[in-house]
């Protein structure tokens, strides 16, 4: 299987970030190559009580971040999120589409659980703190509906931005991030749109996300020491840390970019899906799935194993996740596995679910861009299972080339994606 | 050389029906399948006619441990799987679980089961939830278990327009068959019948509050006053053409033959009076990529929301794309709800339906007319012309999507079942 001869190449023109320990691409970027950790005690709500109560929060003020009252009051935390990382992007991208480009600009946001903090806000008040099954539906907000349908994410965007191309919202959990990138990037390829923004967000930091994961033991109880609580491939991790965050990339096709001599971070390269059909929340240790991802991507983008520079890993720091992948990128990349630097800044910024694909395509580019590679903070004990370079602690300066990120979701689904160096190299 | 993309099983599940023939039957003779809610006691709420899937205790027809672990929405998608699939008499175990795909759209999720865990959470004496909410509840939860009960493992998707992505869903089928998947299941699914969903649906200020079914939803009638919601929706095979005929697929309902989507850049409410130049431009650019004029589609089946600003809006975005042209317009909306995703991809079956058994589908006609909105609403009765036809849906919020449907144009004899 294998994809249609791509004539049309699409490049990064545009990053915008809003992330725990940075509120924009360049305090991520300090971030994750300082090897901070942005994980603590939750303060969004009290958490006792719960199981995991850590999480890597963004120090966000929407009205400081230059949204109205109407688009606070409108939307829930996690479009708010979205809409000032988009407004970055955007900004950063120098693109201004007249009325005519409006047609071919368009907007993808992949987000794994919606507007799930405000439906159970709004759920505490209709049903009288869940007394009523019957809730009533009278004292709830007027933008209940907007909150019921995620689709209202990649509508705030189109609207703020005047996108009348095609627009999407794309929920694959926890790969949400890099599918919407993906889909960005064949309706380019396609010449179904010029320019996507294409991003994730998520805000799911809120009591029931916390019992849901705190139910099958995913998250992290290690609360007494919440800045090392997420430990990606060391050998004592105790599972994730939940997160939130948001990243929109501009996607435009090459010589649309050129023609008005935009800022080129990088091209994509290549994307590749494949459902392990297995489990909805169980990997198989082969790591079969996400390596076929992988070498799809690496087919589409004619790179081998020993051209991938730098690896951006799932790596959310529960056992199951760490050994599956460390299995794949062996089983994908052969030997080169061993010296590839691979590593999770979900050590960091935590796992923000569908989001976090984003942030982490983000970061590819921003790695690309400055020739550097961001860490795996917290690691200090190898695991037999996982013992590939997971650039511990520091981050490290090297050409880099192209980048590999993967994911993994809730639902089997398992995804790669190549951002890399603009070349003139023909395809 | 263009892969095609052509649909070959329908797996339904619908307030008209469980079959193919059922709902069309329920099309043909206009009966509403709108009745009182009976999923919950909803006569306190504003609204409380919707139409509901009528299988006799869903539930049991999913494999036990299943069932316990998913929202009454994955019990559709999961039934309308095995439907479709059977529909298309395709045998998995010939296809290699790599060059299976799924791609399916929902406007919201595991409703009544996410409500349950909330109840549990916010008024149980600890603050938990059970240990199903992480996969039963979020978007993503039909499209995974699809893939694992029928090793689906090809590149998936879960589209999240509102009402626009039944047709999306299938855009991005035939966007996978063009990039070398054989075979697709797409489609949409709703079951947005649950106490709380339903409030959230009533803050949208759409539902209409009639108690009269022939008054609960009357698109481009004057005396349109919104929609009541529907549960159900459809999966479809899609698969492509060359495999399909290689396999000696039973039927080929039709070809995917051109999609598009647009968005209004308009918050729902707040949109100009006159704005249907986006929509008007998603149903032109189906047309043009599918390399087909206004003048080559025999039949319109329109998103109908029964509100008065956005039909006129349609009505205005046909006329503008129709020209002077009276083309056949039909919907069926009024008998079942407005399904949301599940509402589009109905749509679809019926065309298929229609142009396979080269008969109008009967439209709901409006009995007074809103002014500017005098489509020409068909009849059913056998056509002297049926190949092609033309879906729009509009998703809350600016979404808008068109799908152009064409009849099969055999390149050799069609090898179908005697």
Known sequence: MTGPAASRRVVVTGIG??????????????????????????????????????????????????????????????????????????????????????????????SAVGATTRLENEYVVVSESGRDWLVDAGYGSNFLYQALVPSSLAADLAVEFGAHGPVQVVSTGCTSGIDAIGLGYQLVQDGEAEVMLAG??????????LASFDAIRATTPDNDDPAHASRPFDRDRTGFVLGEGAAVLVLEELEHARRRGARIYCEVAGYAARSNGYHMTGLRKDGLEMSLAIGQAMAEAQLNPDEISYISAHGSGTVQNDRHETAAFKRALGEQAYRVPISSIKSMIGHSLGAIGALEMAACALAIDADAVPPTANWANRDAECDLDYVPNTARQLPVRS???????????QSAMIFRELTELAR | MTRRAVITGLGLLAPSGSTPDEHWATVQEGRSRLAPISAFDATRYPTRLAGEVRVPDLASLIEGRLAVQTDRWTWLALLGTEYALADAGLDLAELDPYDLSVVLASSSGGNAFGQRELQRLWSGPTRTVGAYQSIAWFYAASVGQVSIRYQAKGPSNVLLSESAGGLDSLAHAARLIRRGVPVVLAGGMEAPLSPYALACQLRSGRLNPATAPERAYQPFDTAAAGYVPGEGGVIFVVEELEAARRRGARQLYGEILGAAATHDAAHTGWAPAANHGYYAAALRLALERAGRSPDDVDLVIPDAVGLAAPDRDEAAALGEVFGGRPVPVSTHKPLVGRMYQGGSALDVATALLAIRRRTMPASVVPADPAPGCALNFVAGGSAARLDTALIGARGFDGYNSALLLGSVRPARPESEAA
Request: hydrophobic share 40%; net charge negative.
């Open chain 1, 403 to 413: 980048a590999l990120s993967v994911g993994s979701g809730f639902g089997g689904f």
């Open chain 1, 17 to 110: 970030v809003v992330a725990p320990g940075g509120v924009d691409r360049k305090a991520f970027w300090s971030c994750l190559t300082e090897g901070r950790t942005a994980t603590r005690r939750i303060s969004l709500f009290d958490p006792a009580g719960f199981r995991s109560q850590v999480a890597a929060e963004c120090d966000f003020d929407p009205l400081r971040a230059g949204l109205s009252h109407q688009q606070v009051n409108r939307s829930d935390r996690y479009s708010q999120l979205a809409l000032v990382a988009a407004q970055e992007a955007v900004l950063d991208s120098g693109f201004e589409p007249d009325e005519q480009a409006a047609l071919r600009t368009g907007v993808v946001m992949g």
């Open chain 1, 200 to 209: 994730a967000s998520d805000a799911p930091i809120s009591p029931v996300t």
